[in-house]
């Protein structure tokens, strides 16, 4: 067995091979000690040496879960990287679990932040994420299954739902979708978006990611399922519907009427991030009639001193504020909040005097702003933000009625938009209920 290893291991000098003489039985071993943590000693050491008894360590062999047979060859170094010990004893094989599990602590979410609710996000480690969310959807029916990807990197994952409520169509075209995934190093739940997501150009992503538990015990409750991947505390939840992108877990936290005046807020705030400078531009440069003759001539006056159009202006502003959000997510985070902040103040401020923008543009570009800001989800606001630019090249070619016409284009395309087979622009779905026995 240690020669076939080493021939597997040629050039890892950090790896332990030795074959321990007891007396009784020759064993030869064979781990990685940066992977193994201290169960070693009093799972294969201690027994081998100190207090060695040959019945009872064949017990221990059959009795012990983390003692597992491994006679196939082939799965030997796989299992080493593992974090496994391998044993030869009296010409068997076998393999001890005593991988190094760090110790991770729980945080609080940093991405989708509530007033009420749970303060607690998902780990990267596997086996916590799971603790998290057996504690919130603690249920016999709750399925977990077990799945390697990644050539090089092994990583594993987990495909969770509730048996009773799943639908059986999806799950089967998930599993058609994990067979396709074809990675070498699988390390962010962003790359299995990727890899599970049909069509790769599409604007507005099909499948949600959260870090909160309770979102994703909520979903796993109305028949979703989730995947979970090791090394990231991001959850995969399909399908998913527009709805589910606008929704905040605090909406399941606050009074009725409140939730339903803060979800038309984000519907109007969508609306606004995609259109208003599509509209600036359409109005300013083509159709100024839409608003009063007093408007109109206040808009005029503020471009007075503008010595360009009126597109050139958005652009400016707008590329302004795309630096400054991707300005705020690249520096560290003890000067990235301040210099962001005072970029803008003093940008906006400066542009504005000495003639570069309107004033209007000003007003335009915070409102665009803080609007996408409302979207509780960060990859759906990505797309609303990406969506933005082409209103504003249509404006610049065929106005308000370009506007108008595009607007009614993206509606149809998010009626024929499907995850995995659902429909997405679906406002109400039928609740999944238990067959009875």
């Not at 597992?68 to 060859?73: R, S």
């Not at 309770?214 to 959850?235: E, T």
């Not at 000495?354 to 797309?383: D, E, K, R, W, Y």
């Amino acid at each position: 067995m240690i020669e076939e290893i080493r021939n597997e291991f040629k050039n890892a000098t950090d790896l332990f091979t030795n074959v321990l003489d007891n007396g009784f039985w020759a064993v030869e071993i064979a781990y990685f000690p940066s992977l193994c943590d201290e169960k070693i000693k009093d799972g294969v050491l201690v027994p081998l040496s100190y207090r060695f008894d040959p019945d009872e360590f064949r017990r221990m062999l059959n009795s012990n879960p983390k003692y597992e047979h491994a006679d196939d060859p082939k799965e030997w170094a796989n299992l080493i990287l593992k974090g496994y010990v391998l044993l030869k004893i009296e010409g068997k094989h076998f393999s001890f679990k005593s991988d190094r599990t760090p110790v991770t602590q729980i945080d609080a979410p940093t991405v989708e932040s509530t007033l009420q609710g749970p303060q607690t996000a998902f780990t990267e480690d596997l086996n916590i994420n799971m603790f998290l969310l057996r504690l919130r959807y603690n249920v016999p029916s709750l399925t977990v299954e077990p799945f390697d990807k990644g050539t090089l990197s092994r990583t594993s994952l987990f495909v969770v739902y509730d048996h009773r409520l799943v639908n059986a169509k999806i799950l089967k075209a998930l599993y058609k979708q994990l067979d396709k995934v074809k990675l070498d190093l699988l390390q962010s739940s962003g790359q299995m978006v990727k890899q599970l997501t049909e069509k790769n150009h599409r604007v507005f992503p099909t499948i949600l990611q959260t870090e909160r538990p309770d979102r994703v015990a909520d979903m796993l409750s109305k028949g979703k399922i989730a995947v979970m991947l090791n090394g990231s505390r991001f959850v995969l939840l399909l399908p998913v519907r527009l709805y589910d992108f606008m929704h905040a877990m605090d909406d399941e936290y606050e009074a009725f009427w409140m939730v339903r005046l803060l979800i038309l807020v984000r519907y109007i705030a969508v609306a606004l991030t995609i259109t208003l400078p599509a509209l600036y531009i359409a109005i300013v440069s083509y159709n100024p009639e839409i608003f009063r003759v007093q408007i109109a001539f206040t808009i005029d006056g503020s471009r007075a001193g503008v010595p360009y159009p009126s597109f050139i202006e958005v652009f400016i502003m707008l590329f302004m504020i795309e630096a400054l959000i991707e300005a705020s997510i690249r520096l560290p985070r003890i000067v990235g909040s301040t210099a962001t902040t005072v970029g803008g103040l003093i940008l906006g401020q400066a542009a504005q005097q000495a003639g570069l923008v309107s004033s209007i543009m000003i007003i335009v570009t915070s409102v665009v702003a803080i609007s996408n800001f409302v979207i509780p989800n960060t990859t759906f606001s990505q797309s609303v933000r990406l969506m933005k630019y082409l209103f504003i090249i249509i404006a610049m070619i065929y106005g308000i009625s370009g506007v108008a016409v595009l607007f009614f284009a993206l509606i149809v395309y998010l009626c024929g938009l499907r995850s995995f087979g659902e429909p997405y622009l679906a406002l109400f779905t039928n609740e999944t209920k238990e067959l009875p026995k």
